[in-house]
């Protein structure tokens, strides 16, 4: 479907594009939508969008799945080629800075439910427990303290905090409708970042 508005011209590609419903009647069934050239656009459950994917839900939810999933696979990978090697210094920064920003991609603009943080909580301390080769959760708490990794809450905080810091000043014309709504989260948001 083209539509010209002052010369831009987009199109609509339904093979890329699909719907989801969010809201209370999430999972009430809907007519199929189609394009003005006669294409149907499909109806699913979960949508990615910039890297993030979305779920349909009575209100607005992120899906973790794939971003543990991503981690999982970098990890392994890391952890194969390196794994008994290196150091567990050596795997502990490689970690942090080859996996974490996988999993915590995207997250900051997400609102996450108490057992969503669980979840990335339990990601993390099941990768500690490999590298450091224990069962013990003392354990694993200790070497998280130790190496500066902060629990999954937290560390989503921070990141909220820089991004609306950032997002408060930025020039642009279709951002700026928003500030006011981003300064009002920073002033939620932790203060002691």
């Not at 354990?139 to 950032?166: P, S």
Request: glycine share 4%; charged share 20%.
């Amino acid at each position: 479907m083209n539509r010209n508005w002052n010369g831009w011209t987009l199109s609509l590609d339904a093979k890329k594009s699909a719907c989801i419903r969010i809201g209370p009647r999430f999972n009430a069934n809907c007519c199929n939508i189609v394009t003005r050239d006669g294409r149907e656009l499909a109806w699913t459950n979960v949508v990615r969008y910039l890297g993030i994917f979305i779920e349909s839900a009575s209100c607005f939810t992120c899906s973790l799945y794939n971003a543990k999933r991503s981690f999982y696979r970098s990890f392994n990978g890391i952890f194969g080629r390196v794994g008994r090697i290196a150091s567990n210094e050596v795997i502990v920064q490689l970690v942090k800075c080859k996996c974490f920003p996988v999993l915590f991609y995207g997250l900051e603009v997400c609102s996450l439910r108490k057992y969503q943080y669980k979840s990335i909580n339990y990601v993390i301390n099941s990768t500690f427990r490999k590298i450091f080769n224990t069962t013990s959760q003392e354990t694993v708490d200790v070497c998280l303290e130790m190496f500066g990794c902060l629990q999954a809450e937290r560390t989503i905080e921070i990141r909220k905090h820089k991004f609306l810091n950032k997002f408060s000043v930025i020039h642009n014309t279709l951002c700026r409708v928003f500030v006011a709504i981003a300064k009002t989260e920073l002033e939620s948001c932790c203060t002691d970042v």
